[in-house]
């Protein structure tokens, strides 16, 4: 089977530099046969990264330890659902999830695309193809991350190495596959923008056919950040979920720099501007994303997240530069053909809203980015080595997106076009009192956290004006059909998905930073060693330890402490913290356990134990309002989902919209 | 003559309540701004002080040193040889009165500075401080003249233009939400 895997990856090289040359031949000589080549390449590359994958799962199911990635990342031991998962525990495997997912995203867009933007597809095709060589060929190339290379000859291990336990948790099997889809979702309307600028058809249509795409990409990158957070929640044990770290940091940035392009194509769709700004953020955003692929295989910077060291991070280095000086010499090449009219209606509008939106995700993204590098750069200029951690992430993003919050807030309060301040501070009345009334009563009732009460304040802020926007179309509607008022808040967002999608999705990022904002100012913690019928107490909780329980499987050695959490003396609930050792790895690993309501999580770690004495080091967090994290992060997904949920009227309207622009030979 | 009278009254009538409208607004601005820096001053003037820091006080602003690159505080090595007994020491440390401080000059004396959780607010490390500020200052002057170019250059004030009503009458409503709804899409 790993003949037919590794097979199946040559292949995969062949048929993507098949497909990257074929559409250039089509195009150059105006040949259908060619074009229709190039088209079954993409379906023919679909059905060989589709055996690979195939095969490299059998190899993990069958456990063929004669495969080292099987033998690196799986054991007898390993249940059939991490064993699946182990797919893209390791450097090889991932690379091969990025190549299907490209080649299953590719042979979609030939499929969607069949009787539409016809002119550019050849270059769709074509850029596609590219990066799913440059992938197939590290592959095939490197031993290093190839998934089918083999253990020495003559050996035949009995077992695996097995799967780091940190990574037995479904928040990590969903996690990679969800960042993947996210990455890999952006490559699509990148490659439109670039055939865009190639084939020199520079109206919009290339955003308007993409635009699900991108919504799917931004969907599947806010999915994959939260559930890495979630994962690194519940089981690193640590107590947080964002520590800064520059492989998050990695897959935050396009996900920053995609939210702004969001934002900026809506401009350009409706007032024709910001033509090239449009097409630097989605070279930016894709860009980040192979930026991000490289940080955690490259070694260049310390994390506990990364693949390790190996030279592997500089091809993606260099496939990376190659990108943006592709991309960036054809953007000025094309400039002169990007001129918009650049005409704003009003100072005061909401499309001047948009662009400070813009400043800020985009000033957000390169500052993380900006501390990602400046150790490097530190250490370039000065020779001095420097960290740049969590402190100077807190305390420069932070002041932004209060800024970037207020601007969200404002936004939906201005009119498309042009507004006056009259009518700016008529419509700031109710969300600005508001606010000023949750300003008074946090600081009436003792808060003392100035982070706290401004974010706090911004959230009622922002959350009143959105709920507003939703009460005045719902009113409106009501008057209009006689609908009773929560059916007429349904008919109305699902009569215009995008834009009640799109503040949906506002209220998500409202309720998340809710809750950043919570667990990270009152967050209260205590550790201590403590003996059956002993208490630590936190912030008016009580952890009681009750009983201990310890067992051995095959895999490991498991120690558990039952604990009983009360508040001012009332039971709320018991945990069963768990603390592991694993015989083959020789590795400990502490297993968290949660009492959880809306506004706090009870987070016990069993940090140590001892089984003769019965005592346990036992480490006890009291983390406030986390829960919204997770509720927000399911809010903007739905908010996602409404907003890319497909719509006759929209279909309509870039249909003919299409026509138009055909006539008009706008593309 | 007459409706032309009447428009020179209502032009003069706008430029009127525009006038007015100028200085209010400003006045509430600045109102609303001494209430926000009045608000944070007293927040930094009433924030508690501790007796004894706490060992976070220290082990926030530090690497752990066992190859994790977290901060020390979040080390998600339960065993981890290098943090635990590090925290142990800082707590030991603070309960017999040495300042966190002197104890972070410790450790950056042993380690270095990249033992540091930020890079320090002095010589090239200001850099990193202040880059990303600047920039954004930049960004914010440099959108602020292209939007009054873009604006100016569509021969349009937003001074001269009327107030789109909001929020009162539902026929209002209803015209505004038809409107956008058409411009949005």
């Known amino acids: 089977m790993n003949q037919i895997g590794y097979s199946a990856l040559l292949l995969a090289v062949l048929t993507s530099a098949f497909g990257l040359i074929a559409p250039l031949v089509a195009v150059r000589t105006g040949s259908r046969g060619w074009l229709k080549s190039a088209e079954r390449s993409v379906y023919g590359l679909c059905a060989v990264s589709l055996v690979a994958s195939a095969a490299l799962v059998y190899a993990l199911m069958t456990r063929d330890y004669t495969n080292e990635y099987v033998y690196n990342y799986t054991s007898n031991e390993l249940s059939w659902f991490y064993t699946l998962s182990a797919f893209w525990a390791g450097n090889s495997g991932s690379m091969l999830l990025w190549l299907v997912i490209l080649a299953v995203f590719a042979a979609v867009v030939v499929w969607q695309n069949q009787a539409k933007n016809r002119e550019i597809l050849p270059y769709v095709i074509s850029i596609l193809m590219s990066i799913a060589l440059f992938f197939s060929l590290m592959m095939t190339a490197s031993r290093g991350s190839n998934p089918f290379a083999m253990v020495p000859a003559g050996v035949f291990p009995a077992n695996g190495s097995g799967l780091n336990p940190m990574l037995e948790n479904p928040g990590m099997v969903a996690h990679p596959i969800t960042l993947f889809l996210g990455y890999v979702g952006f490559a699509v309307p990148y490659a439109f923008a670039m055939a865009a600028l190639i084939t020199r058809r520079l109206g919009d249509f290339w955003i308007r056919s993409t635009r699900r795409w991108t919504v799917f990409a931004w969907i599947f990158l806010t999915i994959g950040n939260i559930v890495g957070a979630w994962w690194a929640y519940v089981t690193l044990g640590w107590g947080g979920y964002w520590a800064w770290d520059p492989v998050e940091n990695a897959s935050f940035m396009p996900w920053v720099t995609g939210t702004a392009f969001l934002h900026s194509v ?102 993380v980015l900006w501390g990602v590098l400046f150790p490097i750069i530190s250490e370039a200029v000065t020779g001095n080595k420097v960290t740049v951690g969590p402190p100077f992430f807190d305390q420069v993003i932070a002041p932004i997106g209060l800024v970037l919050m207020f601007v969200t807030g404002i936004c939906p309060l201005i009119a498309w076009r042009r507004a006056t301040l009259a009518n700016l501070r008529k419509n700031l009345m109710v969300p600005g009192v508001t606010a000023i009334v949750v300003l008074v009563a946090l600081i009436a009732t003792g808060m003392r956290h100035t982070y706290a009460i401004i974010s706090f304040t911004l959230c009622a802020f922002v959350v009143t004006t ?8 719902a009113w409106v509607r009501r008057e209009m059909s006689g609908e009773n008022l929560a059916k ?38 205590e550790s201590r060693t403590i003996t059956k019928g002993e208490s630590i107490s936190v912030g008016g909780y009580e952890v009681t330890y009750d009983s201990f329980d310890s067992y051995d499987t095959t895999e490991k050695r498991v120690g558990t402490v039952t604990f009983t959490v009360a508040e001012n003396g009332r039971f709320l609930g018991t945990v069963a913290p768990r603390k592991e050792y694993y015989f083959a790895k020789d590795q400990p690993w502490t297993r968290i356990d949660r009492n959880v309501t809306l506004t706090r999580d009870v987070y016990v770690s ?62 | 003559m007459h409706a032309g009278r009447r ?86 440390q603070l309960e017999a009165g040495r300042s966190p401080e002197a104890l972070v000059q410790y450790y950056v004396e042993e380690y270095g500075e990249q033992v540091l959780a930020a890079p320090t607010k002095r010589g090239f490390n200001m850099v990193a401080w202040v880059a990303p500020f600047a920039a954004l200052i930049i960004g914010a002057v440099a959108v602020y003249f292209l939007i009054g170019m873009w604006a100016r250059r569509n021969g349009s004030d937003v001074e001269e233009v009327p107030f789109r009503e909001v929020g009162l009458a539902p026929e209002d409503l209803e015209r505004r939400l038809d409107n956008e709804l058409r411009e949005f899409d």
């Open chain 2, 7 to 92: 428009m020179v009254r209502a032009t003069a009538k706008v430029a009127t309540a525009k006038v007015a409208a100028r200085p209010a607004f400003a006045r509430l601005t600045a109102l609303l701004g001494a209430v926000v820096i009045a608000v944070a001053a007293l927040l930094f003037i009433a924030a508690p002080a501790f007796a004894v820091p706490p060992v976070s006080s220290v082990a926030d602003q530090l690497i752990c040193q066992c190859g994790c690159a977290a901060v020390l505080t979040d080390c998600p090595h339960q065993e981890c040889g290098w943090g635990i007994p590090a925290k142990q020491y800082i707590g030991q």
């Open chain 1, 466 to 473: 959105v709920l507003m926007e939703f009460a005045r179309g």
């Open chain 1, 266 to 367: 809506m401009i350009q769709e409706k007032k024709d501007m910001l033509k090239v700004w449009n097409i630097v953020l989605i070279v930016l955003t894709f860009s980040l994303t192979i930026f991000g692929t490289f940080l955690v295989r490259s070694g260049v910077v310390s994390s506990v997240h990364s693949f390790g060291q190996s030279s592997l991070g500089f091809f993606f280095l260099g496939f990376l530069g190659l990108i943006l000086v592709f991309s960036l010499n054809l953007l000025f090449s094309r400039l002169d053909m990007l001129k918009s009219r650049n005409e704003l209606d009003s100072f005061v509008s909401r499309e001047s809203s948009f662009l400070l939106n813009n400043l800020l995700l985009v000033g957000i993204a390169m500052t």
């Open chain 1, 488 to 525: 007429a808040l349904v008919s109305l967002t699902w009569r215009n998905k995008r834009r009640y999608g799109g503040y949906i999705v506002h209220i998500g990022v409202i309720l998340f930073l809710f809750g950043v904002t919570g667990s990270y100012a009152f967050k209260q913690q």
């Open chain 1, 606 to 667: 069993l940090l140590d134990y001892s089984a003769e004495t019965g005592e346990a080091n036992v480490e006890v967090r009291i983390n406030p309002l986390v829960s919204w994290l997770w509720i927000g992060g399911i809010v903007m997904v739905l908010g996602g989902i409404v907003a890319i949920w497909p719509d006759k009227r929209d279909a309509q309207r870039l249909a003919a919209r299409y026509e138009r622009q055909v006539r008009l030979h706008e593309i």
